[in-house]
């Protein structure tokens, strides 16, 4: 395989099927299905997040409320990034507290973003419970976070590429991998010498 070339993980027939499964799995864990919201994590989140609550209100009968989060301003690499970052808009507009929220992101890797989003959500309120849902876990956890609800977990390495692209940004549903060939050569190289 060439150097830095994607691999198609999953297409858009295995992510309908892990976001189906999902959307069960998370009306089987929730006794009171009307107190469900789910806040999808802006970008790619927010679309799932739309998905997860029409095929939930499908199964269920009932409308479920949706959100969307941008946690820029929460990030704790805020006032250390050379970066200027897009800030898009916060749009929650149902009652928080008492509620049972789906957190929803694309890719769960060191769990910073997911720890932003927690951070935010007392600005609205107190809910009941907190979960979350991730379409890819790629594992690489820099702080104690862990996923509710996976559609697929595929371990990789700190600098391997994971790249989801949905359908309602253009082009067709698909999750790539790029493994990183520079660190997979230096750690056979490395293997290869201790065993002289």
Same mark, same amino acid.
């Given at each position: 395989?060439?150097?830095? %070339?994607?691999?198609?993980?999953? #297409?858009?027939?295995? !992510?309908?099927?892990?976001?189906?499964?999902?959307?069960?799995?998370?009306?089987?864990?929730?006794?009171?299905? /009307?107190?469900?919201?789910?806040?999808? @994590?802006?970008?790619?989140?927010?679309?799932?997040? #739309?998905?997860? *609550?029409?095929?939930? =209100? &499908?199964?269920?009968?009932? &409308?479920? /409320?949706?959100?969307?989060?941008?946690?820029?301003?929460?990030?704790?690499?805020?006032?250390?990034?050379?970066?200027?970052?897009?800030?898009? *808009?916060? %749009?929650?507009?149902?009652?928080?507290?008492?509620?049972?929220?789906?957190?929803?992101? #694309? $890719?769960?890797?060191?769990?910073?973003?997911?720890?932003?989003?927690?951070?935010? @959500?007392? /600005?609205?309120?107190?809910?009941?419970? $907190?979960? +979350?849902? @991730?379409? $890819? #876990?790629? =594992? =690489?956890?820099?702080?104690? !976070?862990?996923?509710?609800?996976?559609? &697929?977990?595929?371990?990789?390495?700190?600098?391997?590429?994971?790249?989801?692209?949905?359908? %309602?940004?253009? =082009? /067709?549903?698909?999750?790539? +991998?790029?493994?990183?060939?520079?660190?997979?050569?230096?750690?056979?190289?490395?293997?290869?010498?201790? &065993?002289?």
């Amino acid at each position: 395989m060439p150097e830095n %070339e994607f691999t198609v993980i999953m #297409d858009a027939k295995q !992510i309908s099927h892990a976001l189906t499964r999902i959307a069960h799995e998370i009306l089987e864990s929730i006794e009171e299905s /009307d107190k469900l919201a789910i806040i999808g @994590i802006r970008s790619n989140g927010d679309f799932l997040a #739309d998905r997860l *609550a029409e095929m939930i =209100g &499908k199964i269920d009968g009932r &409308k479920i /409320d949706v959100g969307y989060m941008d946690i820029t301003l929460y990030r704790d690499d805020l006032l250390t990034n050379p970066e200027h970052p897009e800030i898009k *808009a916060t %749009e929650i507009l149902f009652p928080v507290d008492h509620k049972v929220i789906v957190l929803v992101d #694309d $890719v769960l890797f060191t769990g910073r973003t997911i720890r932003a989003a927690l951070n935010q @959500i007392p /600005d609205y309120g107190r809910p009941e419970v $907190v979960r +979350l849902a @991730i379409l $890819v #876990d790629r =594992g =690489g956890r820099e702080l104690p !976070i862990r996923a509710d609800f996976v559609g &697929k977990n595929i371990p990789t390495s700190r600098h391997d590429d994971v790249v989801v692209k949905l359908r %309602e940004r253009g =082009g /067709d549903d698909s999750v790539l +991998l790029r493994r990183d060939e520079g660190v997979k050569k230096a750690k056979g190289t490395a293997r290869k010498g201790s &065993k002289k």
